[in-house]
């Protein structure tokens, strides 16, 4: 298993980030996103919130990897659909490349 933490931040609009956190809610994210999610080998995703700040950890298979993820939702009409509504409520963090939403977070401690 191998552990991942990423962040993006949403538009900080009281509003949006309750329609953000109501598509979240279990049983409201779409059936194909989350099908997207576990067959790209992530077992495990949880996401929190603090201010406008999102914080995701994602535990994945050891076959896991970006590129896969990557080319595997290019493909896939639902996770573009899905992504560019996204974009609706995130913005990016201040040093996120062109494009990228979630930021992928350097581990700096471990107990």
């Keep these: 298993m191998k552990k991942y933490c990423l962040a993006v931040d949403l538009i900080d609009d009281p509003v949006l980030i309750t329609e953000y956190e109501d ?14 999610i576990t067959d790209s080998g992530i ?4 996401i929190y919130r603090t201010g406008n700040r999102l914080f995701m950890i994602m535990e994945t298979d050891d076959n896991f990897s970006f590129e896969r993820k990557a080319a595997m939702d290019a493909t896939n009409a639902k996770v573009q659909e899905w992504e560019q509504l996204m ?13 990228e939403k979630w930021v992928l977070m350097d581990q700096i401690f471990q107990l």
């Design 87 to 99: 974009w609706k409520f995130q913005q990016p963090l201040p040093w996120a490349r062109d494009g």
């Design 23 to 36: 598509r979240h809610k279990k049983g409201n994210a779409w059936p194909a996103i989350t099908k997207s």
């Design 43 to 46: 077992t495990n995703m949880e």
